[in-house]
């Protein structure tokens, strides 16, 4: 009772401390049919250029996650009389590659009146799923923003292989909360807020002030589906504050489109839709393991496997595992779900199999020295140690 009663406090203390923000624009506040919205622009670079200094005097660094660019490429081919289809990946990865330029030009252009200096980075999944990338690319950002730098944060969509997206920029700047170790995170989206149930079944729905728990939350009843000119929805920006949750950094949602939006809620204005963090924060290296990449297959366990697991703190053993699916190496990441729930969004967690996908059917269901006879005395106690495994993941 006591947490539900003070979040207007926690947010107020959230604000006036966040050191390091991540800030997060969607292509619906960002664009319209004529491509990008100049004023918009200006008005987010002025707030943003206004909050590198706190009210007590500390620097604040930023770093900003910017759609737009694919709808940015077809407004400039729609001004040059192309009309073709731009919606097939090649498709979109070319009109990406004509708007990314533009997209930059833009933003570096509203900065510079602010004496905002800009840095282009182009990330794509492999640049975080490596660990030395991985590395290399925190240092980089760390580089950047001491120099007093804005990164300006997009996937590199001219060369990714799967779709645009990470899953989209909700997930790769839910990702960078934990790269660059942000106090905040931030999504400027074309809503208002979260609404309390999706607004196309319920028109008359409200905005929740806040969002106790976000794990908790049933994403497919609340959530539509996409936006018109972007990728994700409020369905992928609950996911991406549920990783933020996990990582004890809040997130805040915020109409990206109203007249000095980031300004009113820094000043303490009930705009948008505030979402608590979890109060026991994961370590980060289980976040990096369990989002570095798509789960690879799935591992159905049996109800003792599923309690120990959840109820113990225990690890994954060959005995609770029921059914394999998918074909998948060892080392992989993959998603732990109780027998009859191996929907892609449902699930026990994710976890680094110790064993692939062949090797592991050859096993299941045995115990240890069962598990010697068949693969030998090179073989693992557990399919997945608990370090390794990150309970109920915003997958």
């Given at each position: 009772?006591?947490?539900?009663?003070?979040?207007?406090?926690e947010?107020?203390?959230?604000?006036?401390r966040?050191?390091?923000?991540?800030?997060?624009?969607?292509?619906?506040?960002?664009?319209?049919?004529?491509?990008?919205?100049?004023?918009?622009?200006?008005?987010l670079?002025?707030?943003?250029a206004a909050?590198?200094?706190?009210?007590?005097?500390?620097?604040?660094?930023?770093?900003?996650?910017?759609?737009?660019?694919?709808?940015?490429g077809?407004?400039?081919?729609?001004?040059?009389?192309?009309?073709g289809?731009?919606?097939?990946?090649?498709?979109?990865?070319?009109?990406?590659?004509v708007?990314?330029?533009?997209?930059m030009?833009?933003?570096?252009?509203?900065?510079?009146?602010?004496?905002?200096p800009?840095?282009?980075?182009?990330?794509?999944?492999?640049?975080l799923?490596a660990?030395?990338?991985?590395?290399?690319?925190?240092?980089?950002?760390?580089?950047?923003m001491?120099?007093?730098?804005?990164p300006?944060?997009?996937e590199?969509?001219t060369?990714s292989?799967?779709?645009?997206?990470?899953?989209?920029?909700?997930?790769l700047?839910?990702?960078?909360v934990?790269?660059?170790?942000?106090?905040?995170?931030?999504?400027?989206?074309?809503?208002?807020?979260?609404?309390?149930?999706?607004?196309?079944?319920?028109?008359?729905?409200?905005?929740?002030?806040?969002?106790?728990?976000?794990?908790?939350?049933?994403?497919g009843?609340?959530?539509?589906?996409?936006?018109?000119?972007?990728?994700?929805?409020?369905?992928?920006?609950?996911?991406a504050?549920?990783?933020?949750?996990?990582?004890?950094?809040?997130?805040?949602?915020?109409?990206?489109?109203?007249?000095?939006?980031?300004?009113?809620?820094?000043?303490?204005?009930?705009?948008?839709?505030?979402?608590?963090?979890?109060?026991?924060?994961?370590?980060?290296?289980?976040?990096?393991?369990?989002?570095?990449?798509d789960?690879?297959?799935?591992?159905?366990?049996?109800?003792?496997?599923?309690?120990?697991?959840?109820?113990?703190?225990?690890?994954?053993?060959?005995?609770g595992?029921?059914?394999?699916?998918?074909?998948?190496?060892?080392?992989?990441?993959?998603?732990?779900?109780?027998l009859?729930?191996?929907?892609?969004?449902?699930?026990?967690?994710?976890?680094?199999?110790?064993?692939?996908?062949?090797?592991?059917?050859?096993?299941?269901?045995?115990?240890?020295?069962?598990?010697?006879?068949i693969?030998?005395?090179?073989?693992?106690?557990?399919?997945?140690?608990?370090?390794?495994?990150?309970?109920?993941?915003?997958?």
């Amino acid at each position: 009772m006591e947490r539900q009663a003070d979040w207007r406090q926690e947010k107020a203390q959230a604000l006036a401390r966040a050191r390091v923000v991540v800030i997060k624009v969607g292509s619906a506040v960002l664009t319209d049919a004529r491509g990008l919205g100049t004023p918009v622009l200006e008005s987010l670079a002025r707030q943003m250029a206004a909050l590198r200094t706190a009210p007590d005097g500390h620097e604040r660094r930023l770093v900003l996650v910017s759609s737009g660019a694919v709808a940015a490429g077809r407004a400039v081919l729609r001004a040059h009389g192309h009309s073709g289809e731009t919606s097939g990946l090649s498709a979109r990865q070319a009109a990406a590659a004509v708007g990314q330029g533009q997209l930059m030009r833009a933003w570096d252009e509203v900065f510079r009146a602010h004496d905002f200096p800009t840095a282009q980075v182009l990330l794509t999944r492999d640049d975080l799923r490596a660990r030395q990338r991985f590395l290399n690319a925190r240092n980089t950002f760390a580089e950047l923003m001491d120099w007093g730098v804005l990164p300006i944060v997009n996937e590199n969509d001219t060369v990714s292989v799967s779709e645009l997206k990470f899953g989209d920029n909700d997930c790769l700047a839910s990702l960078l909360v934990n790269l660059i170790g942000a106090d905040l995170y931030i999504n400027l989206t074309s809503a208002p807020g979260v609404y309390a149930a999706n607004p196309q079944d319920v028109p008359d729905a409200g905005i929740l002030e806040c969002v106790e728990d976000v794990a908790g939350l049933d994403l497919g009843r609340m959530c539509g589906g996409k936006t018109s000119v972007g990728t994700g929805g409020m369905y992928s920006k609950l996911q991406a504050a549920r990783r933020a949750a996990q990582l004890g950094v809040p997130t805040l949602i915020l109409p990206g489109r109203e007249a000095d939006v980031l300004a009113r809620a820094f000043a303490g204005e009930a705009v948008g839709t505030w979402i608590r963090p979890e109060e026991h924060a994961i370590p980060r290296r289980k976040f990096w393991l369990a989002y570095q990449s798509d789960p690879a297959g799935t591992v159905l366990v049996d109800a003792g496997a599923a309690e120990a697991l959840l109820s113990k703190g225990g690890s994954l053993l060959p005995g609770g595992v029921r059914q394999v699916l998918g074909n998948f190496q060892k080392g992989a990441l993959v998603r732990v779900a109780r027998l009859g729930e191996s929907d892609s969004h449902a699930g026990l967690g994710v976890g680094l199999s110790n064993y692939s996908a062949a090797d592991l059917r050859k096993i299941m269901g045995l115990r240890r020295h069962e598990v010697a006879a068949i693969l030998g005395d090179a073989h693992y106690p557990e399919v997945i140690h608990r370090d390794n495994l990150l309970m109920d993941a915003a997958v």
